[in-house]
């Protein structure tokens, strides 16, 4: 009998949860005051404490519980370890604007709401470490008749109004410039374990 196992699998949630967006929390966050990113490829707000903000209180209350649930109910964390928001920013992507190919540091879970993803939208792309994760490495040239998640290097993931993604901090991720021009609102937000964590003799304690 053949048995496939995926062993090691990059762990991606995805989930429409519009029923927790607001059309006051969408004008919020279009009124925030936006700066250009270090790269001159996008604008986000100045404000990158998002989550200690009142007016957004019940969207973090939400994305709290979005991210136990990925992390406890999916990939089987532990219940007593508690997840916090680290830092919130709100994107602002228009005309040629881009995400280069990134990750983020100092962070477990990170993460994107899609608060106003106009028709043209730009999907977000996951890259894979093709030293780590891919099956045959970098060494062979190979071409594939068929592209699926065994042997993809790159994946397009299509966006829209109140799509929430997380994934793990250290997953490299892009965006290309939207198709029309558009402006694309996004929260993004990276939450880290807090409390202490241990194995075997060796001990950590993390608090915000």
């Not at 936006?34 to 986000?44: A, F, K, L, M, V």
């Not at 998002?50 to 969207?59: P, V």
């Not at 997840?83 to 962070?107: I, K, P, R, Y």
């Not at 929260?187 to 001990?203: C, D, H, Q, R, W």
């Amino acid at each position: 009998m053949i048995e496939v196992i995926p062993l090691f699998p990059t762990v991606i949630y995805k989930n429409d949860i519009s029923n927790n967006i607001t059309e006051e929390c969408v004008n919020n966050a279009k009124q925030e005051d936006y700066i250009r990113t270090t790269p001159d490829n996008g604008w986000i707000s100045q404000n990158q404490n998002i989550h200690k903000e009142s007016k957004y209180a019940d969207l973090f209350a939400a994305l709290d519980y979005h991210v136990d649930f990925y992390c406890k109910d999916i990939l089987k964390i532990k219940n007593d370890i508690r997840l916090e928001c680290l830092n919130s920013w709100f994107v602002m992507n228009s005309g040629a604007d881009f995400t280069q190919d990134h990750f983020h540091a100092t962070s477990m879970v990170s993460g994107v709401l899609y608060l106003d993803a106009p028709e043209g939208s730009s999907p977000l792309s996951f890259h894979c470490d093709l030293y780590k994760n891919h099956g045959f490495g970098t060494f062979f040239p190979l071409e594939y008749e068929e592209m699926n998640s065994f042997n993809a290097t790159t994946y397009h993931m299509d966006v829209d109004d109140g799509i929430l993604v997380l994934f793990p901090s250290n997953l490299r991720h892009s965006v290309k410039p939207n198709r029309n021009d558009v402006n694309r609102y996004a929260l993004a937000f990276n939450y880290i374990p807090t409390g202490e964590m241990s194995v075997g003799a060796n001990k950590i304690k993390l608090s915000i």
